[in-house]
């Protein structure tokens, strides 16, 4: 019985020893990274990001993991950091869409020497919270995009006109960052009256109640939208109502519908933000941390606006997913 | 619009509501004086708190905005409300039935998107892959209620994981991506694109067509009374010899088919189908549905009231754009306007106790 016993024991600690051994060896070998959004693959801007990590991780040799929730939801991403954090990730790259929610995360990942830097969207330049500790910053400053898109547009709009903006994620930092952008250039270039407008992410929802604010204001004259989830019921409403020529339309980010909006003359304009490049070189840039010990670096990724002229070109790299 | 109360509709829900085959109806009131009769029975309508709601919205909009109250207005608002209304009209049937179906927003996804990859990356023809996407859609509904039955789980439960798989698998088939069709397309006009006269689009006639023979199927047929018996004292409909089971079963199948239907009218309206869309679906259709003075307990409610809960949740938007409110309040307004009418509809209800 005793001696039943003992050798159980033994064959136990033999079990746990060499599971451990196998992890030790194992562990510094296969870095792995996280990259968390707060909105997942399910936003065709993100399968963008998601193809990004995973090409960056394909030619790295590591592991590369894009996470997000199927719609944006702050708790869920602040989950999945945890969790990231939990199986020390050798680095994590996180949107910054909640500035205290996140900071906290990032606090407490740093805390346990795990490198963070930030993607897609940060902080306000203006925030007052505790400084949140990223390494480095890789994507587009949302409210000089704004100002960008604004300004390109300034020459079609009149004076005094009527501007509406199509908020499809009230509250959203960076969309409002990028609206905020909009409505100061456009009221101090052109007093104009800017409005924007909650229009969900249901698109019938979104183009009912853009079509009642053209009636309720006849003198508007130019529409942003924040992104394709505005952009598409936008165009339809372009379409439908042949707005064309009456209403210059702006938009951010590319998608089909978008892009061959702008071809057709019904768009004058979208901002590309390149976003593949926030889950590549996040990865690339952490990988050279993990390994060499190379700072990450700010990286902006917004690089002006896909019109007319490079419409047709980018349209195959859409298609593709790299755009 | 086919919302003017009338005395012969009354009578016909407040017969339906507890009807039992076989048993002879007990008519509460018909000691009354004649004229007295026919009043009580407009008041009991049981779509008189949504109706009452909506006129007053309409009255409010209208006062603040003269431009609201126009035909061109009316036609949006109906457009807008043709999705939330061919859903929510399968949602009121299953809770008439005494069960819920969260996962209709996901089917409602789901079946959109399968039609879309069938006719773009599979390039079935549509009078093929219109019929194939429906049959998913009833089969998601389907597959509901038999897990819901084997299993005795609450539909509450089973479908909120239903929920949550099929939006998942919706994302997993287009990497999240909109799948557009980007030419001009039959199909799609059919669906929900075209115009009919002025902003009135085909959603909305489809969306009246399905009131019409949903309507008629409850208030009309020995379905509808098993339908409203099934939700109601279920063990006295079984003793009765009303199929419950079935019922609940061709219930369930019933709200994934339209909920499919309505993914169809989005992919339609807007030549493209995003696996994200229909997010708020389920829950706008029991809003409306209650709106509308459907029971959360089963045994009662109406088609009429859900079109017309759905016709008010749209007004509100239309209406709060264009009298200018602050954009970022709309929601509010909605939840304040839902529970305001549910407190109509039970206050109602309490006044006419008579109708039980």
């Known amino acids: 019985m005793r001696r039943l016993a003992v050798v159980g024991v033994l064959v136990a600690a033999l079990v746990a020893g060499t599971g451990y051994g196998i992890r030790l060896a194992a562990g510094p070998q296969q870095l792995t990274f996280y990259v968390i959004a707060h909105t997942g693959p399910g936003d065709p801007f993100w399968a963008v990001v998601q193809r990004g990590v995973q090409d960056a991780g394909k030619m790295l040799g590591v592991r590369a993991i894009f996470q997000g929730p199927p719609q944006r939801d702050i708790p869920a991403q602040v989950n999945m950091a945890r969790a990231a954090i939990s199986a020390r990730a050798s680095g994590i790259a996180i949107s910054v869409s909640d500035p205290p929610a ?44 704004g100002k960008n898109v604004a300004r390109f547009l300034l020459p079609k709009i009149p004076q005094g006109a009527t501007v509406l903006i199509a908020m499809h994620e009230p509250g959203h930092v960076g969309l409002e960052a990028r609206a905020r952008g909009i409505r100061e250039v456009l009221t101090a270039e052109r007093q104009a009256k800017v409005e924007t407008l909650d229009t969900t992410q249901d698109p019938t929802k979104a183009l009912a109640t853009m079509r009642a604010f053209l009636k309720a204001n006849p003198n508007t004259k130019a529409l942003f939208t924040l992104g394709p989830l505005g952009a598409i019921p936008a165009i339809r409403m372009i379409r439908e109502d042949r707005l064309a020529g009456k209403i210059v339309m702006a938009s951010f980010d590319l998608d089909p519908t978008t892009i061959q909006a702008i071809k057709e003359g019904l768009v004058e304009a979208t901002v590309d933000q390149q976003q593949y490049l926030q889950g590549f070189i996040s990865v690339v840039q952490l990988y050279l941390y993990a390994k060499y010990g190379l700072q990450p670096a700010d990286y902006n990724t917004g690089r002006g606006l896909v019109t007319k002229d490079t419409a047709a070109a980018v349209e195959s790299l859409v298609k593709q997913g790299y755009r | 619009m086919g919302a003017i109360p009338t005395p012969g509709l009354a009578r016909g829900h407040s017969m339906s509501r507890r009807a039992i085959p076989g048993q002879p109806q007990a008519q509460v009131a018909r000691t009354a004086p004649a004229v007295q009769v026919e009043w009580r029975r407009l008041l009991a309508v049981r779509e008189l708190g949504v109706l009452i709601a909506l006129l007053l919205l309409i009255a409010l909009f209208s006062a603040l905005q003269p431009a609201f109250l126009t035909v061109d207005t009316f036609g949006d608002i109906l457009t807008q409300a043709a999705e939330l209304g061919v859903a929510a009209i399968g949602v009121t049937f299953l809770m008439i039935a005494g069960e819920f179906d969260l996962s209709v927003g996901s089917n409602f996804a789901f079946a959109g998107v399968l039609l879309a990859l069938l006719v773009t990356k599979m390039a079935l023809p549509a009078v093929v892959a219109v019929p194939v996407a429906l049959l998913a859609a009833g089969l998601i509904g389907l597959l509901n209620g038999v897990i819901t039955l084997a299993t005795r789980i609450p539909s509450f439960i089973t479908t909120l994981g239903t929920m949550m798989m099929w939006r998942g698998l919706a994302l997993a088939l287009t990497g999240g991506w909109p799948i557009s069709i980007l030419t001009a397309s039959t199909l799609l006009d059919i669906l929900g694109g075209k115009v009919v006269w002025g902003t009135l689009r085909i959603s909305a006639v489809w969306l009246l067509m399905v009131t019409a023979l949903f309507w008629l199927l409850l208030g009309k047929t020995r379905y509808g009374n098993w339908v409203f018996a099934t939700g109601g004292k279920r063990d006295a409909a079984r003793a009765l010899g009303v199929p419950v089971s079935r019922v609940k079963l061709i219930n369930f199948t019933l709200a994934g088919v339209l909920a499919g239907a309505a993914g169809f009218m989005q992919f339609g309206r807007m030549s493209s189908m995003s696996p994200v869309w229909g997010d708020a679906l389920a829950l706008e259709a029991i809003a409306a549905a209650v709106i509308g003075g459907t029971s959360l307990m089963g045994g009662s409610g109406t088609i009429l009231g859900t079109i017309l809960g759905a016709i008010t949740m749209a007004a509100i938007r239309v209406g709060l754009v264009m009298v200018g409110a602050p954009s970022y309040w709309y929601t509010a307004f909605l939840g304040v306007v839902v529970v305001l009418a549910v407190i109509l509809n039970v206050k109602l209800e309490e006044i006419f106790a008579w109708r039980r």
């Open chain 1, 102 to 145: 996140i900071g906290q995360v990032i606090r407490e990942a740093r805390g346990r020497g795990i490198p963070v830097v930030a993607i897609n969207v940060k902080e306000p330049a203006d925030y007052k919270g505790e400084p949140i500790p990223y390494m480095a910053y890789i994507g587009m400053d949302e409210y000089e995009a």
